[in-house]
């Protein structure tokens, strides 16, 4: 089987399974070394067609979807976006940033249209959606952010090790 503690997860995005440590949180494109190929390739045919199940449902259990709005600061840990290469600003002045564009929301701008110009995460081309992701995949304080939410909502300034953000829960 996997080394101990890894998944085999699925992608929605790429359509491709991933390896996945819960515990770790470390995800990887290529399985963890000294797996064996003959649990993998029973794992894999399994997870496989479960994954495309899920994947045209896209609604594995327990999933939800998301798209949030990111903007970083000189303490992220990777202070550095699609938009900025040296991001330097401060924690305050981001918070301050996303103030800004929640009270923009708040007067009926949708969170995508911001997102897709403003947002420091890779999804911003996607209008900040992520896709369906279930429990386990994403940092703990966005995690219980985005679960706390129904359909549609948007949640207040999450704070997490990328930087602060604007969660809305899409399904
Ligand atoms: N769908 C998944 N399972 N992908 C793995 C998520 C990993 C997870 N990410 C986070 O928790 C935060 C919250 C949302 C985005 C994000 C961080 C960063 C930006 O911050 P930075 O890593 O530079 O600090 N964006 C991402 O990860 C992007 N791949 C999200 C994405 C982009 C395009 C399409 C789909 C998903 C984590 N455990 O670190």
Redesign the pocket.
């Known amino acids: 089987g996997l080394p101990s503690g890894w998944e085999v997860?699925h992608?929605?995005?790429k359509n491709l399974p991933y390896y996945?440590n819960p515990s770790t949180?470390e995800?990887r494109w290529e399985p963890p070394a000294d797996t064996d190929t003959e649990t993998l390739k029973e794992y894999m045919a399994t997870h496989h067609s479960m994954a495309h199940s899920n994947d045209v449902a896209g609604q594995g259990e327990g999933k939800i979807r998301c798209a949030?709005l990111?903007v970083?600061h000189r303490d992220?840990?990777?202070p550095?976006?699609w938009r900025e290469a040296d991001i330097t600003r401060s924690k305050e002045e981001a918070i301050e940033i996303l103030k800004g564009y929640e009270q923009r929301i708040q007067s009926g701008e949708s969170l995508g249209d911001i997102a897709v110009s403003e947002s420091?995460?890779?999804?911003a081309?996607?209008k900040g959606?992520?896709?369906f992701?279930g429990h386990g995949?994403?940092?703990k304080e966005?995690?219980d952010a985005a679960f706390a939410l129904k359909p549609g909502q948007v949640s207040g300034i999450v704070e997490?090790?990328?930087?602060v953000?604007l969660i809305q829960r899409v399904l």
């Not at 420091?120 to 999804?123: I, K, N, Q, T, V």
């Not at 997490?160 to 930087?163: D, E, I, R």
């Open positions: 997860r992608s929605n995005s996945f949180k995800s949030h990111l970083k992220s840990r990777r550095s976006s420091d995460c890779s999804s081309r996607k959606d992520l896709g992701f995949e994403m940092q966005f995690e997490t090790a990328s930087g953000h």
